[in-house]
């Protein structure tokens, strides 16, 4: 799997939206794109995946540039529940079974 | 759905133990998969299960390690003579796997174990 660079830690005012950008510029054209987020003391949540298309589901949008080597997680209206670690993974779902996780983005949420 | 569910939630235990953690899955899933998370790091890769099989083992697998899942529905993983860096939260997740489509993996609450 391609390996994705997120930046350690952001910050985000609630009810702004939040834009968690990620690299992966080695990415190859089989592997898709997976945002998960862990909350403190549970286990990561899928939130969303794509390949090359923007993506929204009812948690988040996901934004892929057109070379694919970066993306963006949206979540249009934060709440103080959103403070989590989210993790960009890269992952090839045809072949490759297991989820790579590096050390995320700590997003913190404020009032 | 109920999701996946794991247990003990929480364990602690002496050096040299033994302990075994349970994972239920979500009852459809065909694939069953163990991470180890440790303090401020994401989740790291154990094994995973399709069915009753184990397709995959990491290095980080040691040998005082042991997962079955012997009915290819629920999974124990067992670690012999616990040692302190086995410490950590170890996850259990799950998915549906339909041809040639590994579909999203749903992870349990994680038994966190500390080894004193």
């Known amino acids: 799997d391609a390996k994705t660079t997120q930046p350690p830690s952001m910050d985000c005012a609630e009810g702004r939206a939040a834009n968690l950008p990620c690299n992966h510029s080695?990415?190859?054209?089989?592997?898709?794109v997976y945002w998960y987020r862990q909350i403190h003391s549970q286990g990561p949540q899928y939130i969303i995946h794509?390949?090359?298309n923007n993506e929204t589901n009812e948690m988040a949008s996901l934004i892929i540039t057109e070379d694919r080597k970066s993306s963006t997680l949206i979540l249009p209206h934060a709440t103080l529940r959103d403070t989590a670690v989210y993790y960009c993974?890269?992952?090839?779902?045809?072949?490759?079974?297991?989820?790579?996780f590096g050390t995320g983005t700590r997003l913190q949420v404020t009032l | 759905d109920t999701g996946v569910s794991q247990n003990p939630r929480h364990k602690i235990t002496k050096r040299g133990q033994n302990v075994t953690f349970r994972c239920d899955p979500i009852?459809?899933?065909?694939?069953l998969y163990w991470y180890r998370q440790t303090l401020g790091q994401g989740p790291e890769f154990l094994t995973y299960?399709?069915?009753?099989?184990?397709?995959?083992k990491s290095r980080l697998l040691s040998d005082r390690f042991s997962a079955e899942r012997p009915k290819g529905s629920f999974s124990t993983l067992e670690i012999q003579r616990t040692e302190q860096g086995d410490s950590a939260m170890y996850l259990c997740?799950?998915?549906?796997?339909?041809?040639?489509?590994?579909?999203?993996?749903?992870f349990g609450p994680g038994t966190r174990l500390t080894v004193t």
């Open positions: 997740a799950s998915s549906l796997v339909s041809g040639t489509s590994i579909y999203e993996q749903y």
């Open positions: 080695t990415i190859s054209g089989n592997e898709y």
């Open positions: 794509g390949l090359k």
């Open positions: 993974i890269a992952r090839n779902t045809g072949t490759a079974s297991k989820l790579t």
């Open positions: 009852s459809e899933h065909n694939r």
């Open positions: 299960f399709q069915n009753e099989a184990q397709l995959e």
